[in-house]
T-cell receptor, first 111, second 113 residues
């Protein structure tokens, strides 16, 4: 199956700092999603980005499908950005499109 | 915006008992999924369901587990004879047939005592 590696595993930021999270995957995909898991365990969908670049407020993401990686940028971080960020990838087929998740990046933003 | 709804939010059960976790996917979606997340670990795929049958399942999804879409709206995960290691957060997700993202519910936290 597809392997998904995220880096770094842990990240401590001072409020206001910028950061980049990386997701590497081992095979071609046609689905890539970034999630933020909040302290209550909810998975918040941030981006659906199998290729290209998207921006949503202080967050943006870029996927270079040919090189099998995706980046999530957090700018001007806030304490509410704390949590675990997951990258998940899938290969769409007749059976559906199961997602394979990476191990996550745990982010702590300090005031 | 339409949401995936899961009930209950938290379930506490004695080991050996059966549990049913419930999900209401987004109404026009055709693909349905269950995922599991053991505390502190990554999210793992359990099963996908399409056209009223299982389309793919992981090695975790053994005979202890079953899924059903009993009517036009609900999608359930049944776990028979629960074990301590079944304690986890269980997420339901759904997607439309074309190149659309999966939408996740808020999860059911299952605690086996």
């Amino acid at each position: 199956g597809i392997q998904v590696e995220q880096s770094p595993p842990d990240l401590i930021l001072q409020e206001g700092a910028n950061s980049t999270l990386r997701c590497n995957f081992s095979d071609s995909v046609n689905n890539l999603q970034w999630f933020h898991q909040n302290p209550w365990g909810q998975l918040i969908n941030l981006f659906y980005i199998p290729s290209g670049t998207k921006q949503n407020g202080r967050l943006s993401a870029t996927t270079v499908a040919t090189e099998r990686y995706s980046l999530l940028y957090i700018s001007s971080s806030q304490t509410t950005d704390s949590g675990v960020y997951f990258c998940a990838v899938g290969r769409r087929g007749a059976a559906g499109n199961k997602l394979t998740f990476g191990g996550g990046t745990r982010v702590l933003v300090k005031p | 915006e339409p949401e995936v709804t899961q009930t209950p939010s938290h379930q506490v059960t004695q080991m050996g008992q059966e549990v049913i976790l419930r999900c209401v996917p987004i109404s026009n979606h055709l693909y349905f999924y269950w995922y599991r997340q053991i505390l502190g670990q990554k999210v793992e795929f359990l099963v996908s369901f399409y056209n009223n049958e299982i389309s793919e399942k992981s090695e975790i999804f053994d005979d202890q587990f079953s899924v059903e879409r009993p009517d036009g709206s609900n999608f359930t995960l049944k776990i028979r004879s629960t074990k301590l290691e079944d304690s986890a957060m269980y997420f339901c997700a759904s997607s439309a047939p074309s190149n659309q993202p999966q939408h996740f519910g808020d999860g059911t936290r299952l605690s086996i005592l």
